[in-house]
């Protein structure tokens, strides 16, 4: 391998075995279109997809390093700069904003300290603007760690949940 | 109000009964039945597809496109891969009606892929899944199990040569991939960046072989008229918009959600089950079909139906049912600006009129609102629009155009407050 740090990288064994299960669904010619899934789990393994990371994927994927930066540098999802321990991403796009997204990102800037983009300095958390998640009807909402999504979020239960996440 | 039962609700049945999204409560109320009965008595996909031509039933993702037209350009007979794939890549503000199907629904969704994948010639079907729905993901992959388990996804379904497999793709955050050329590339492990069409995926698809995409509440209304009839479906609706529809509701109503309706049902009606405008406000304003879709002023809106044709005619666009409710304490310059920040964020970059356009749109709104906009701004903002519809290789351009120039068009006087008097009419 062309990069040292790669040597001492690795994914553990029930990450493998998720990212053989991806690679199972699609033609045995086309690994690449395991990536996406590749990334995600690496990802949540790791907490972020620093650049050896993103390359141990596509290594694993026999699929050149840089087809895969330009997946994880082009989906929103996925963290290739360092985040909290817990990343809480804010809808607020119309829908949400109409029935109080704002409030709520307002209500967490002045909570945590920060604003859109940043990490406390303890490390815990960050905080991002998110784009449309497929759930206005439920606003507003939250996604924590990409995967958990909170809804018909209050200021109240916001910081329930935020008391949770240690 | 099983699948059995010819009811208004086509997708959304299963809802009022316990564990409505197992394939035990599907298989109870006659799901799989269609498909059983199509494979074993080796249908002819001709009778499929003219069953689906008189249901009138058309493309529940957006545009609208008959669907049987769309899977008779499939070269059926044609040997070698073909593959079904299915659009739950719901991120289109407002839109929130197939996470529904998956949650409550999934198993009518596979069944209705693996009607799709017999009639067009497909082996294999992905159904790419929106990124920020992850837990839904989940449903929908134990969804597949049960029905692979249970021999209604693998080999040799019923006994006969038909082999049908289906894989859930996951997103992970870009709404271009709801373009359909941009998801096969993101299948394919790549950006999501739209095609050029010609060639169309029917054509040119999934890895080059011949593809058809529909949505995920079109594909499931497919065991629907299997079992009903295309007539059945046609009569829910009215002529050339047939079936009922999955409306989803956001903004200020009292009830927010989805609600299923015959097409052609008054925009009154629906806004009546969605427990009208909330309490002591007034109606403004209604994108009837998601965020792209042109606003349209409350008074133009409360003579509408529901449908595709009626809407059209007001001037907008039915598009993914997605209707966002707007009060009279809603300042348009400010809607306007955040949903043109998320067409600045969402464009793929690769087409110049809309990279740039989407920024210059954002900025210019933005400055209106924040008190600095100019007098020449709104014809500025009118020609930058002008110059990105029909301008790029995807329909993101249009659908970043069409909001500006129809805010402009009917709420034109607030933006020409802003920039008079530096600040907010409402």
């Not at chain 1, 141990?56 to 050149?64: F, I, K, Q, T, W």
């Not at chain 2, 709104?378 to 290789?393: C, R």
């Amino acid at each position: 391998m062309a990069n040292p740090d790669l040597n001492s990288l690795r994914l553990s064994a029930e990450s493998l075995a998720l990212i053989d299960a991806e690679v199972a669904k699609y033609p045995s010619e086309q690994k690449q279109s395991a990536v996406m899934a590749a990334l995600r789990i690496a990802q949540t393994e790791c907490g972020w997809l620093k650049p050896e990371l993103i390359e141990y994927v596509a290594d694993y994927l026999e699929m050149p390093a840089i087809a895969a930066y330009e997946v994880a540098t082009f989906y929103n999802m996925y963290d290739t700069q360092p985040v909290g321990r817990h990343k809480i991403t804010v809808c607020t796009n119309l829908p949400c904003a109409l029935m109080g997204a704002n409030e709520i990102a307002g209500h967490l800037r002045q909570k945590l300290g920060i604003g859109f983009g940043e990490t406390t300095e303890d490390g815990r958390f960050t905080l991002k603007e998110g784009e449309c998640m497929g759930a206005c009807g439920d606003a507003p909402m939250c996604l924590h760690n990409n995967h958990a999504m909170h809804t018909h979020l209050t200021p109240e239960k916001m910081d329930e949940l935020l008391d949770k996440l240690k | 109000m099983s699948l059995l039962a010819p009811t208004s609700q086509v997708c959304s049945w299963t809802q009022a009964l316990d564990d409505p999204a197992s394939l035990a409560t599907y298989v109870a109320n006659g799901g799989y039945q269609a498909l059983r009965r199509v494979v074993t008595e080796q249908m002819p996909g001709d009778a499929i597809i003219a069953e689906l031509k008189t249901s009138a039933l058309r493309g529940r993702g957006g545009a609208g496109f008959p669907t049987g037209l769309k899977w008779s350009f499939m070269p059926r007979a044609f040997p070698g891969d073909k593959y079904i794939v299915c659009n739950s890549d719901e991120g289109e503000p407002g839109t929130f009606k197939d996470r529904d199907i998956l949650r409550y629904n999934p198993h009518q969704l596979i069944e209705g892929m693996a009607i799709a994948g017999y009639v067009l010639g497909a082996k294999v079907g992905y159904n790419y899944i929106h990124g920020e729905i992850f837990e839904i993901y989940d449903i929908f992959e134990r969804a597949l199990k049960e029905a692979r388990e249970a021999g209604y996804l693998g080999d040799n379904l019923f006994g006969t040569d038909f082999c049908f497999q289906l894989h859930a793709h996951h997103g992970y955050g870009a709404y271009i991939c709801g373009e359909e050329t941009a998801l096969l590339e993101s299948i394919e492990g790549k950006k999501g960046q739209p095609r050029f069409k010609p060639p169309f995926p029917a054509s040119f698809g999934l890895y080059g072989k011949p593809t058809t995409i529909n949505n995920t509440e079109t594909l499931a209304s497919v065991p629907w008229i299997m079992q009903h009839g295309g007539q059945a479906f046609l009569e829910l609706g009215k002529p050339n918009n047939g079936g009922a529809k999955l409306f989803s509701i956001s903004g200020h109503v009292n009830k927010p959600g989805n609600y299923e309706v015959p097409l052609g049902t008054p925009f009154s009606e629906l806004l009546q089950m969605a427990g009208g405008v909330r309490s002591g406000h007034q109606l403004k304003a209604v994108i009837p079909g998601g965020s792209s879709a042109p606003v349209l002023p409350a008074g133009i809106m409360m003579d509408c139906t529901m449908d595709f044709d009626s809407i059209a005619k007001a001037g907008s666009m039915l598009g993914s049912g997605a209707v966002i409710v707007m009060d009279e304490t809603v300042c348009m310059v400010r809607a306007l600006e955040r949903l043109s920040y998320f067409y600045f964020e969402e464009s793929c970059g690769q087409c110049t009129p809309c990279r740039e356009g989407t920024g210059w749109m954002y900025r210019v709104i933005h400055r209106i609102e924040h008190g600095q906009g100019r007098p020449e701004d709104m014809d500025l903002l009118n020609s930058v629009a002008g110059h990105i519809g029909g301008h790029t290789i995807c329909a993101l351009g249009d659908a970043a155009a069409m909001p500006v120039q129809s805010f402009l068009k009917h709420f034109g006087h607030e933006f020409e407050h802003h920039i008079e008097h530096k600040r907010c009419m409402v």
